[in-house]
């Protein structure tokens, strides 16, 4: 059955005008009926297991009063209840609006009302963070019904509906008509600042996520997935989609273990492994073991690996790293790098996607000569492909889209052959004494010490209103290493106006799904911390 094209010398257009997501779970059911598209807890899910699962579910939503066109906030955690809500909510031509479980508080409060949700579908643990949430929805006019996923033999504990009991009637779900400009998903980014925006996801965007991964990945039929990626990320959703283009299949994990990883990918015959910013480095700060070259993976492929990890991580586990660089607004991956470090390119994060433009840009949006960075800026080839723009947020998304164009605040430079070196975000760009600093850059550095096990930088306004930089670092365990120490090692790695004035050691960070540092929530406070570098100084020449 071949529902795309795995191979990006065969012109555009690279899919076909009339597939969407329903309409390749059912191809793929009636294709190959037995074939396993996932597994997880010992059970074998097969295609045409999946495809009916998945039509109890909508039957079920359906007789809940769930129509097409509306919105269905889902938190769930990683099982096959997820993927099966994942799919029920778009065969039915609602719009899925992920949410992610850790969520709390104004945070999950402004998602739910902000989407207005005619019902919302969680694990039942989530109901109390949850209840304030759906209470403000409903006052604001949504609807709100709840279902909740409550564990086998529990009893439901909270207002609402059980969801093991919509997917229990054999109904047939109503015929919907689907075309790829539906609007599938509303995914809404954390940001740094700022209010989160609900990126708008079209049909044809889903499936051009899972098209780029097959690129990058070289996705083959009979792979096997570690599948670790939370569904409420586009890298997990991409990777559900991916299954029904390709006949691989997904081993599926509650959630990314370093110390378990590479047990896992053996246990699982995993041939390919997935990584955002800061999972391979996790993965290297394990101790050395006989499974760092028996795991049996061949290719990792993602987004967010810096050229010494790759070098480092190749060396140590023998898989091939293939970079990528994206964002939800354009559907995943707008450059892809597969050839790796056999094409010379080590540490690039590639060219543009073949249904993409991808071009880097000054401040008065003319494209930079090669070498000199500028701005990312994404334009579509294809129809379909890049978000139309946030949900209800005209604001963001005037700022965004300009002239057809996706101004994504990443600064890069692209070489004379079209290949494109990441250099971090806009609002990640600290201005220290005059100097410009890229907090990407000298995190890498910290990170390099062999006691530290990760870290964030981020700038604070000091006594005189100019900005200082803070380290927030997290130690390996056991290790008893000073600020002091940290920052001497710093000034012998990087420029003296990189080295930060302020050091604060940290037992954990608040991240995201897939483990990126959320900055937004670390303390901007000077008098907080455990070493101040301007502190010292001054006490040392008044002595």
Request: glycine letters at 10%; a negative charge.
């Amino acid at each position: 059955m071949a529902v795309v094209k795995l191979s990006r010398d065969s012109g555009a257009p690279f899919f076909r005008e009339d597939e969407t997501v329903p309409g390749l779970l059912a191809r793929a059911a009636a294709a190959r009926p037995d074939h396993v598209y996932l597994r997880h807890d010992g059970h074998d899910l097969t295609c045409a297991g999946l495809a009916q699962a998945v039509g109890q579910l909508a039957a079920g939503l359906s007789a809940q009063g769930i129509r097409q066109g509306d919105r269905v906030a889902v938190m769930l955690g990683h099982h096959l209840d997820h993927v099966l809500v994942f799919f029920a909510i778009q065969l039915l031509g609602a719009v899925l609006v992920p949410v992610n479980t850790a969520l709390k508080g104004p945070s999950l409060e402004y998602q739910i009302t902000h989407s207005a949700p005619a019902m919302v579908i969680a694990d039942i643990e989530f109901s109390q963070v949850l209840d304030g949430a759906i209470r403000a929805a409903r006052a604001e006019g949504a609807c709100a019904a709840a279902v909740w996923r409550c564990p086998p033999g529990a009893a439901l504990s909270a207002g609402g509906m059980a969801l093991s009991g919509l997917m229990a009637g054999g109904e047939t779900p109503p015929a919907v008509p689907h075309d790829r400009r539906d609007l599938r998903i509303i995914l809404y980014t954390s940001g740094t600042t700022g209010a989160p925006k609900g990126v708008q996801m079209s049909d044809r965007m889903v499936q051009a996520t899972a098209l780029g991964s097959i690129w990058l990945s070289d996705m083959q039929p009979g792979s096997v997935l570690h599948f670790w990626d939370p569904i409420y990320h586009v890298f997990g959703a991409e990777v559900l989609v991916l299954a029904l283009m390709v006949p691989v299949t997904l081993h599926m994990v509650p959630r990314f273990s370093a110390s378990r990883f590479w047990t896992e990918v053996r246990d699982a015959g995993a041939s390919h492994i997935h990584f955002v910013g800061g999972v391979l480095q996790l993965l290297l700060k394990q101790p050395p073991s006989a499974l760092d070259r028996s795991h049996g993976a061949r290719i990792a492929w993602g987004g967010g690996c810096p050229r010494d990890v790759w070098a480092a991580f190749e060396a140590r586990f023998g898989i091939e790293i293939r970079e990528g660089y994206g964002m939800t607004e354009t559907s995943s991956f707008s450059t892809i790098n597969p050839g790796g470090s056999r094409a010379g390119k080590l540490g690039s994060i590639g060219t543009a996607v073949d249904y993409f433009r991808v071009e880097v840009v000054d401040d008065q949006g003319q494209p930079c000569a090669p070498g000199q960075p500028g701005e990312i800026r994404v334009a579509e080839t294809e129809p379909g492909v890049l978000t139309t723009g946030y949900y209800a947020n005209p604001e963001a998304t005037a700022g965004a889209l300009r002239d057809g164009w996706l101004y994504t605040g990443d600064i890069a430079e692209m070489d004379a052959d079209g290949f494109i070196t990441y250099h971090g975000r806009k609002k990640d760009s600290l201005r220290r004494r005059g100097e410009n600093i890229s907090a990407w850059e000298v995190e890498r550095v910290v990170n390099d010490h062999p006691e530290i096990a990760e870290s964030a930088l981020i700038g604070v306004k000091n006594e005189i209103g100019d900005e200082d930089l803070k380290l927030f670092v997290r130690r390996i365990g056991g290790s008893t290493l000073d600020g002091a120490t940290l920052l001497s090692w710093c000034a012998d790695r990087m420029a003296r106006f990189q080295v930060p004035r302020l050091v604060r050691f940290v037992d954990d960070f608040r991240k995201t799904p897939t483990q990126r540092i959320q900055k937004q929530f670390l303390s901007a406070a000077m008098d907080d911390c455990d070493h101040d570098a301007e502190a010292v100084r001054t006490r040392s020449q008044k002595d």
